[in-house]
């Protein structure tokens, strides 16, 4: 949790100009999904946590 928190500081909101509440709301929220949806993760074998998930429960179904 420390390793996400630390990535979304640099990779979020170091970049952003959040106005207020809400705006950093949806400016998190979007990177949350992003994160899950899109960034590849090492641990993961570079890819990302949806495709990994797809693939291992393929792997379970084909066994």
Known sequence: ???F???LE???IAWSEIKNFTHGY???DDYI???NK???HG???YMNPNEF???SMLIRICQ
């Open 1 to 3: 949790m420390e390793s």
């Open 33 to 35: 999904k992003f994160y």
């Open 38 to 40: 899109e960034r590849i």
């Open 26 to 28: 949806i400016i998190i």
């Open 53 to 55: 998930i797809r693939k």
């Open 10 to 12: 640099k990779e979020c």
């Open 43 to 45: 641990s993961l074998s």
């Open 5 to 7: 928190h630390a990535l």
